[in-house]
């Protein structure tokens, strides 16, 4: 009995080291950008929207807990073909996908910092953008990103005292408000459709994701604390990203009808004039970061999908040059709904790997319908606006 406990202590330990990762990718862009796309697609009932997509991103991370138990030890023994061919396609998706997140984090990172100076218009922002990814690469190509990568844990640690900051103006505000009307302000119903709520709604899915890296950790951490991670950043963030919208919404009002991808600084402000500075600070170095983990990680996937004929320089001069193209052909929102795309297709593909492992009919069943949400996002999300 006490070395059951000893080893479930010794898993506990590992799980909150383990939680970084995925924490910095679900925080890295999701909490600037939530309340502005949530408002602009369907206004007063945001709260509805964000637990559902809360709720899809729970059964997706469920998935990805499912592979790391039951789909690792396949593709290890090299022992069922289709599993392999769909890791090996997921793999490759993701390289796609994390060559968009880079150019998302960094759009908004140009978003947030041009803002204070009024230059947040398009050219200033994807020239912004190209800019650093350049930076980026030439850094990793000629000295490595390895040094790069200890900004994440420092990023995350910044932006989780910003949003509990942001949290408590949000509450103040809410309750002063209260007090004084007697009631809480509400954003207009913006006029959309069924569907063009549905398509919006899906194209968020990216402010939510960043739970499957705890996937690609098994060098550093067992499967136990993988999985524990996993769910344990989700139970959190998740929690965090529900009470965040739920606080922001009596604010909401005061951007007027107008959402823009850096309208958080504009809600903060409205809450307390010393909030903006810091929220700035924390968009730029979360962002940063975030792209400079994706970068690494794709530049790695690139490596192994090749054999090891792609050394992680030129996967970083690969990453770099599909990112500033990128950079010039679209906006924040564009790239979120791109993004959600992306990663919808990757998980979809984590859900075939899933299927192919498991003889359970009721788990079967859970990745067909997981599947045909994650289908539906692929096919037909759409940006907000």
Known sequence: MNSRLAAEEVIIRRTVPAMSTPLASIFGSGFLVVIPILASAVGPYAIIAIVIVALVAHQVGAIVRHNILCAEPVLAANSNRVTLVAERLSDIALIGAYVVSVCLYLHILAAFVLAPFGLNNAFNESLMTSSIVGVITLIGMFGGLAPLEKLERIALYLTIAILAALLVGFAVFDIGQFIKLGAFSRPAMPERTPWEIATMVAGTLII??????????????????????????????????????????????????????????????????????????????????????????????????????????????????????????????????????????????????????????????????????????????????
């Open 208 to 385: 939510v994701q960043g739970f499957e890296t705890t996937r690609y950790l098994g060098a550093e951490f067992t499967a136990k604390v993988r999985i524990r991670a996993s769910r344990w950043s989700q139970y959190f963030s998740l929690s965090v990203y529900v009470i965040f919208v739920a606080l922001a919404q009596p604010l909401v009002p005061v951007l007027n009808g107008v959402y823009d991808d850096n309208s958080l600084i504009a809600i903060a402000t409205a809450a307390s004039f010393l909030l903006p500075l810091p929220l700035i600070i924390a968009a730029g170095m979360s962002q940063f970061s975030a792209a400079v983990a994706d970068t690494l990680a794709a530049a790695a996937n690139i490596k192994e999908n090749t054999g090891g004929r792609l050394s992680s320089r030129w996967g970083y001069l690969a990453v770099g040059v599909a990112a500033m193209a990128l950079a010039w052909m679209g906006t924040t929102f564009q790239f979120i709904a791109i993004a959600s795309r992306a990663f919808a297709f990757y998980y979809l593909l984590q859900c075939v790997v899933g299927y192919s492992v498991c003889t359970n009919h009721w788990q079967r069943a859970r990745f067909i319908i997981i599947g045909s949400i994650l289908a539906f996002v692929l096919i037909f999300a759409v940006p907000a606006g």
